[in-house]
């Protein structure tokens, strides 16, 4: 028995580019392009009336923008399992940051190959990371310096503390691997740690786990000693 194909929307106010992404998409047995907008008020329309699996969303669209419109449909409850894939100019594009904030769970440049762009709409359904958790967390120091604030930041108080310390490496952009081999823990107790988070922390995958490292104060804003340069990565483990 075939499963149902992964069935997502084209959001870009270029109609060439849409085109080029839907014949992409549509060649792909396992993948369905099920709606189209050019902006990102028809985009939130489109989504809610077709109530897709991914969202491909271009940051920079007229009437409303692709954050103001991904943070819609990430508040939209019929639309939970919906993800939001942001398509980018640039990796530390600030747009992107506040697309991530908005509820995106990942984002890809718009100059990527197709095998990427593919892998990535997978990749996104499954609620798998995009790209190595060093480009993750570059993205989230570069934006959330800050000065002295008036309120300390401080754990969630319904985290217990080895989940706090789980959070905090998460932040720091360790893998599973990673924190498994730190903490002396098993790969499956690390997954079931951070199933934990997502739930108490209403988080819809391990990007906003990283944000929510940051906002927690976990985390400083400077880069990790691993993190590295250059375009988004496809090769997290």
Do not use: W
């Amino acid at each position: 028995m075939t499963s149902a194909p992964v069935r997502v929307v084209l959001a870009d106010d270029q109609p060439l580019l849409r085109h080029s992404l839907a014949m992409i998409i549509n060649a792909e047995p396992d993948l369905a392009v099920v709606g189209e907008a050019h902006d990102g008020l028809e985009a939130t329309t489109v989504a809610s009336d077709t109530t897709p699996d991914v969202v491909l969303m271009d940051v920079r669209m007229p009437r409303l923008d692709g954050i103001e419109a991904t943070r819609r449909i990430c508040r939209m409850p019929k639309l939970a399992h919906t993800r939001v894939l942001v398509l980018s100019m640039f990796d530390l594009d600030e747009y992107v940051f506040h697309a991530l904030r908005a509820g995106a769970s990942g984002f890809l440049l718009k100059d990527s190959k197709p095998t990427d762009l593919l892998a990535a709409i997978r990749r996104t359904h499954n609620g798998e990371p995009l790209f190595a958790p060093s480009i993750l967390t570059r993205l989230v120091a570069h934006y959330t310096a800050r000065g002295p604030t008036a309120v300390e930041p401080s754990p969630p108080d319904q985290l217990t503390t080895r989940e706090v310390e789980m959070l905090g490496l998460i932040g720091q952009g360790l893998s599973n691997d990673e924190i498994a081999h730190q903490l002396t823990i098993s790969i499956k107790t690390v997954k079931t740690h951070v199933s934990h988070l997502l739930r108490k922390l209403d988080a819809r995958d391990r990007t906003h786990l990283v944000i929510a490292a940051y906002d927690a104060g976990l985390v400083s804003a400077r880069p990790h000693p691993s993190h590295i340069s250059g375009r988004n990565r496809l090769d997290e483990r």
